[in-house]
T-cell receptor, first 114, second 116 residues
């Protein structure tokens, strides 16, 4: 296992289209996180899962955003009716459940809405 | 509310210089974790260190060292004898509660450029 994998790495879409990103965490990690990073800013928390349960969602996650982790392994993040303001890097991270652990991040999916 | 401030937006140094990246945090919790991550141009955030709020010992790892001071709510990061490969954006982050890694609050980052 080489780490957290995200697909695609880059996505260009027209405003109003739907997009879906995939994240494959490190295999033994049962926690999975999504963050969004805009240019010149630090990552902002969107949501996180413990196994298949979505435990917390940020207010940043509007009703156009939905995340799933159906079998407690990979996760998808879907954005419906994309807007130019959705252009950002979407980062996925995973960690073990126990407290004395850090989150490992993937390389992200860069979304450009034109 | 939690907040992390990295006042230095960009720093430029010449190779072999020492450089300190500042991080100031705000939290109401007594139990929290502080982190530093490195983000090279490839985009992946690379974990550097995690420190819990009850452990104020400074830490050294090779050319890297961290100074945690609860009295000033600061968690500063020093690179000794900087190298070109240290060029990246560095983020300080905070997590409240006993879990450690969930819901990190990041600063805006400091872009470090090390010139040969």
């Amino acid at each position: 296992d080489t780490g957290v994998s995200q697909d695609p790495r880059h996505k260009i879409t027209k405003r109003g289209q739907n997009v879906t990103f995939r994240c494959d965490p490190i295999s033994e990690h049962n926690r999975l996180y999504w963050y969004r990073q805009t240019l010149g800013q630090g990552p902002e928390f969107l949501t996180y899962f413990q196994n298949e349960a979505q435990l917390e969602k940020s207010r940043l996650l509007s009703d156009r955003f939905s995340a799933e982790r159906p079998k407690g392994s990979f996760s998808t993040l879907e954005i419906q009716r994309t807007e130019q303001g959705d252009s950002a890097m979407y980062l996925c991270a995973s960690s073990l459940e126990r407290g004395d652990t850090e989150a490992f991040f993937g390389q992200g999916t860069r979304l450009t809405v034109v | 509310a939690q907040k992390v401030t990295q006042a230095q937006t960009e720093i430029s140094v010449v190779e072999k210089e020492d450089v300190t990246l500042d991080c100031v945090y705000e939290t109401r919790d007594t139990t929290y974790y502080l982190f530093w991550y490195k983000q090279p141009p490839s985009g992946e955030l690379v974990f550097l260190i995690r420190r819990n709020s009850f452990d104020e010992q400074n830490e050294i790892s090779g050319r890297y060292s961290w100074n945690f001071q609860k009295s000033t709510s600061s968690f500063n990061f020093t690179i000794t004898a900087s190298q070109v490969v240290d060029s990246a954006v560095y983020f300080c982050a905070l997590s409240e509660g006993g879990g450690g890694s969930e819901k990190l609050v990041f600063g805006k980052g400091t872009k470090l450029t090390v010139n040969p």
